[in-house]
């Protein structure tokens, strides 16, 4: 099963005969800022760690952790990025049938299925944003015995969040007897309000996936981890390797955890630039942008537009622009595509060469 993904700058540049840095990626939604100022400085201080193994247990980034979503130590597992986290999970929770609803990250059903579990899927439909609703689920629950339930909040790629309905939902099925309840949140940083961390301690059977990478621009350190209950992070930390985190990454970790100015930095920045772009990309006709509370809006364009896939090739040859074509998300088709939020000049240039794009298409 191959997936796609966004962010492959370096397979692109080397067939365009290019350096990374001359494309502008927007098929990757990750902090335009940049890392934490001084994590650099961090990181070199480190330097004279590495002759030692890291630290097997994590203590100080499980401790930073605990501290910043104030839950008990416990209650989390930390991974060599949240990706290593989804292919542990199936095995820790020996899911033999799982609902997946979709689109979502593609790994999630590539995941199951290499470890034998059994998938369903459930497609919400674009005038919900994508997200289930209640009776969706509880037909889908009627009709088999699943043991485990995915969801993304908010989701990829659309950005909305579950209505408060489908929260109280997941909340009496994850205190019972009922199935797993698995939550991506890694892009939840962005309306951390809406975090569902809240009920991990008091809920037997949910499971919270969490990312250093979005928000704090770290793809390339690899730091993801999990909110659950003590339960289900001891079955998760008993399949994680040894020494699975680096040194590097859990001093980063926990030194982006308490930057504060940072974080306030960031979420004016992006609150203000999606809303920003989602107006000017909705006044190109042709195009509709979703809602999103993360810091990505999908689109959808007209059939008269053509398929993304063409407008993906268009805006990389003509402009070193890249933004995410996305016909491989299982749910949605050919006329959609997604694209982060950058900086004002950054989502100046996407803006412009869509639309000089679209003009010379008559």
């Not at 002759?51 to 839950?71: M, N, R, T, V, W």
């Not at 790994?107 to 944003?129: I, M, N, Q």
């Not at 809406?194 to 969490?210: G, H, M, P, Q």
């Not at 088709?333 to 008559?362: C, H, M, T, W």
Request: glycine share 8%.
């Amino acid at each position: 099963m191959t997936i796609v993904h966004g962010g492959n700058v370096y397979e692109l540049a080397a067939k365009a005969g290019c350096s990374p840095e001359q494309i502008l990626d927007f098929s990757a939604s990750i902090n335009p800022l940049g890392p934490p100022p001084g994590l650099e400085e961090e990181l070199a201080g480190c330097f004279g760690l590495l002759q030692s193994y890291p630290d097997i247990h994590c203590k100080g980034l499980i401790e930073a952790i605990s501290k910043f979503h104030d839950i008990d130590p416990a209650c989390i597992a930390v991974t060599n990025g949240s990706t290593e986290l989804i292919y542990w999970l199936p095995k820790a929770l020996a899911a033999g049938l799982a609902l997946a609803v979709l689109p979502a990250f593609g790994e999630y059903v590539k995941a199951f299925e290499l470890h034998g579990t059994r998938v369903e899927k459930l497609f919400p439909a674009s005038g919900d944003f994508f997200q289930p609703g209640v009776e969706q689920l509880e037909a889908s629950l009627e009709n088999e015995r699943f043991d485990t339930v995915l969801l993304t909040h908010p989701s990829s790629p659309a950005g909305s969040l579950l209505n408060d309905r489908v929260v109280d939902w997941i909340v009496e099925k994850s205190t019972g007897s009922g199935p797993f309840l698995l939550v991506d949140e890694v892009f939840v940083d962005f309306c951390e309000q809406a975090c569902l961390k809240r009920f991990v301690e008091t809920s037997d059977n949910l499971a919270l996936i969490r990312s250093f990478t979005k928000f704090y621009g770290l793809p390339g350190l690899r730091i993801g981890y999990l909110l659950a209950s003590p339960r289900i992070a001891r079955r998760v930390r008993e399949f994680v390797p040894p020494w699975s985190v680096s040194t590097q990454a859990q001093v980063a970790g926990a030194f982006c955890l308490a930057r504060q100015d940072y974080r306030l930095r960031t979420l004016e920045t992006i609150e203000k630039q999606r809303s920003r772009l989602a107006w000017e990309l909705s006044a190109i006709p042709g195009l509709e942008v979703f809602p999103g509370s993360a810091n990505f809006l999908l689109v959808r364009m007209a059939p008269e537009l053509g398929p993304a896939s063409s407008l993906k090739w268009d805006l990389f040859n003509r402009c070193r622009i890249l933004i995410r074509d996305c016909g491989s998300f299982e749910g949605l088709g050919e006329r959609y595509f997604r694209v982060a939020v950058r900086l004002p000049e950054q989502n100046d240039r996407l803006i412009e060469a869509l639309k000089s794009g679209f003009a010379a298409r008559g």
